[in-house]
């Protein structure tokens, strides 16, 4: 299987995302290597999820959670999804910058994949 070798910074992300960076803007430059979208955090726990950003439509405490778990680098939430008080002060304690993007998950993932990004088993 063919793999891409491309790694994006968040800032990259937002801007390729037209987003807005809720918390963590200090994080700005961490390397993501792969996304992965999905409501059902058990399948970001299934895959190899290190070194990634998760996409979701799901705002609740265990995005947060499940991407410190699975070592995500970041979290977008799609369709501009805001989470509450209680999830972006645990994002800011487990250091997982939480970006909003006005995108449903398809044209989020659609984005990053047009722009090198794999999914979480790195095939295109």
Known sequence: TYRYNSSMKISQ????????????MEYNDREILKCGSSDLMSD???????????ITGLNTIQVVK??????AEAIVFVRGKIPE??????????KIPLITTPYSM?????RLYANGMTGLDGRI
């Open 106 to 110: 398809f044209v989020t993932s659609g």
């Open 66 to 71: 499940t991407a410190a778990i699975a070592g």
């Open 44 to 54: 970001i726990l299934a895959g190899d999820s290190e070194k990634s950003v998760l």
């Open 85 to 94: 008080e209680e999830i972006i002060n645990y994002a800011r304690q487990s």
């Open 13 to 24: 992300i937002v801007t390729i995302l037209e987003a807005r960076i809720i918390t963590g």
